[in-house]
């Protein structure tokens, strides 16, 4: 399947009750052949209006993060653990991630990228371990099916706790170095 496909499968599902409530599927954004591909929580109020991933606070010092380590976001692919917003920013309830997985499986199948970054520990919890703790174990890196798997902190939580901005660098740094080595930079 390609990507545009999938993504109008999604633009028009129904698979559990948050499609009654959303104002767009944030389906995912950047390069579909990137090497990284991050994945965050849930859209919130700003994605939910422009169908684009963290483009709200939280994006926005998401993005300088990349251009610390000198990339942008068409250089990577940002992607959710579900598609569309829940109301008010509640956290996404257990059918509601269940029927939205399927979809970032397939996302993933399709992008093939080298290093799969969870942001933020929603996202750890799904994709890498529902034992992972976030302050232990952010910036590490976890090997499954000949991917790269790491998570970092959520830009929402640096935006509450700016000590936490120093690690957020290393991490970045960290995962930057090791796209540049698995793709012979
Ligand atoms: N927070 C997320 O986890 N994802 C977004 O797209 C925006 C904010």
Known sequence: MELS?????????QRCQLWQTRTN???GDGDPSADIM???????ENEDK???????????????????VGLKRSDVYIANTIKCRPPKNRD????????????????????????????GRISAYRIISPDFK??????????????ILVAVYHPSALLRDPKKKDDMMADML????????????
């Open 25 to 27: 599927v944030v389906f």
């Open 174 to 185: 960290k995962i930057k170095a090791k796209a540049d080595e698995l793709s012979g930079k």
């Open 50 to 68: 422009t169908g684009i991933p963290f483009v709200g606070r939280a994006g926005q010092l998401f993005d300088k993060y990349l251009l610390a």
């Open 92 to 119: 996404p309830n257990p059918e509601e991630q269940a029927a939205c997985l399927e979809y970032l499986r397939e996302q993933t199948r399709i992008i093939d990228p080298k290093i799969i970054v969870c942001l």
């Open 5 to 13: 496909e999938l993504k109008q499968i999604c633009d028009k599902c």
């Open 38 to 44: 991050f994945v965050g929580e849930a859209p919130g």
């Open 134 to 147: 976030i302050t232990r174990d952010h910036g590490v890196f976890y090997e499954r099916k000949g991917k």
